[in-house]
């Protein structure tokens, strides 16, 4: 079954970094560009940034820009992404999502990571 | 850029056709213009995109449409299924990247 499937659940406190994890299943990893998008409670959805599995370049929303890294594991076909300086608003669940080349939709998701930010 | 959906919240029964917006405010490309629905505790699933093509596997009661700043995602006769919240999204090329719409609930009258 083509999927991609996401690391567990995470409680951080604030200043803390968080890592998740998404893995594609049943898929060639190298023709997919991997996004990472987030939805706080209640909030509509937030795109943070792209990682492109051939030789791994990576874009990030502004608001993003500093805190975030995005990286892929070409040995293991997993994208990981890092957030740092963890705050309360970051409390969310993190998706990752795949792209098709240029195509500017995501057409599979991940199952969604929460992540929790708490003292 | 900045997508506004209307309305908020939409109550209908099942077997109803249901007529949700998506207003860019300044004009966009409908090449990048996407809707998807999500239900409670899932994944976004993608509906549309290019503005009306279907992806896969989608029914052909939901349809999609508009150009310029206004788009409609249409659901000719609701099904229990579709009760969910949608969401359009565009591509801006630059910092802004992928843009989403704060949704559409729409529920069971």
């Known amino acids: 079954q083509v999927q991609v499937v996401q690391s567990g659940a995470e409680v951080k406190k604030p200043g803390a970094s968080v890592r998740v994890s998404c893995k594609p299943s049943?898929?060639?990893?190298?023709?997919?560009?991997i996004h990472w998008v987030r939805q706080a409670p209640g909030q509509r959805l937030e795109w943070m940034g792209i990682?492109?599995?051939?030789?791994?370049?990576?874009e990030y929303a502004q608001k993003f820009q500093g805190r975030v890294t995005m990286t892929r594991d070409t040995s293991t076909s997993t994208v990981h992404m890092e957030l740092s300086g963890l705050r309360s608003e970051d409390t969310a669940v993190y998706f990752c999502a795949r792209e098709e080349g240029e195509t500017y939709y995501f057409d599979l998701w991940g199952q969604g990571t929460l992540v929790t930010v708490s003292s | 850029i900045v997508l506004t959906q209307s309305p908020g919240t939409l109550s209908l029964s099942p077997g109803e056709r249901a007529t949700l917006s998506c207003r860019a405010s300044?004009?966009?490309?409908?090449?990048?213009l996407v809707w998807y629905q999500q239900k409670p505790g899932q994944a976004p699933r993608l509906l549309i995109y290019?503005?009306?093509t279907r992806a896969t596997g989608i029914p052909d009661r939901f349809s999609g449409s508009g150009s310029g700043t206004d788009f409609t995602l249409t659901i000719s006769r609701l099904e229990p299924e579709d009760f969910a919240v949608y969401y359009c999204?565009?591509?801006?090329?630059?910092?802004?990247?992928?843009?989403f719409g704060q949704g559409t609930k729409l529920e069971i009258k």
């Open positions: 990682v492109r599995p051939n030789g791994g370049n990576t």
């Open positions: 290019g503005a009306f």
């Open positions: 300044q004009s966009v490309n409908s090449d990048y």
């Open positions: 999204q565009q591509y801006q090329y630059g910092i802004s990247g992928y843009i």
């Open positions: 049943a898929y060639t990893f190298s023709n997919y560009y």
